[in-house]
């Protein structure tokens, strides 16, 4: 499965985003899936997973700010972001729930989303 994530680009502090991730195959047979961002240097982190069912969990910093949701018809995955912050800065990736290893193809190259003044 090939997962190409699109949507990033540069917004001020308090800006929003909404970011897609497109499946090349189908993802109600993957199940649960998720987001996930990296800084440079630092572990790739999880920011939001939605079950099958549309069940949603957030990191503590992500509560109330991001909503990620699901299209299984068409295979994608997205993530709203509001209230952007400069340390949401960082290359965000979707893929399925518990991750593959880091360095499995599926995760293809991710988005960049800079918060900058």
């Known amino acids: 499965v090939q997962l190409q994530a699109s949507g990033g680009g540069l917004v001020q502090p308090g800006g929003s985003l909404r970011l897609s991730c497109a499946s090349s195959?189908?993802?109600?047979?993957?199940?649960?899936m998720g987001w996930y961002r990296q800084v440079p240097g630092r572990v790739r982190e999880r920011v939001a997973t939605?079950?099958?069912?549309?069940?949603?969990n957030y990191a503590d910093s992500e509560k109330g700010r991001f909503t990620i949701s699901r299209d299984n018809a068409k295979n994608t995955v997205y993530l709203q972001m509001n209230s952007l912050k400069p340390e949401d800065t960082a290359v965000y990736y979707c893929?399925?729930?518990?991750?593959?290893?880091?360095?499995?193809?599926?995760w293809g190259q991710g988005t960049q989303v800079t918060v900058s003044s």
């Open positions: 893929n399925r729930v518990p991750p593959p290893l880091p360095r499995d193809p599926s």
């Open positions: 195959g189908s993802i109600s047979s993957i199940g649960s």
């Open positions: 939605i079950t099958n069912f549309g069940g949603t």
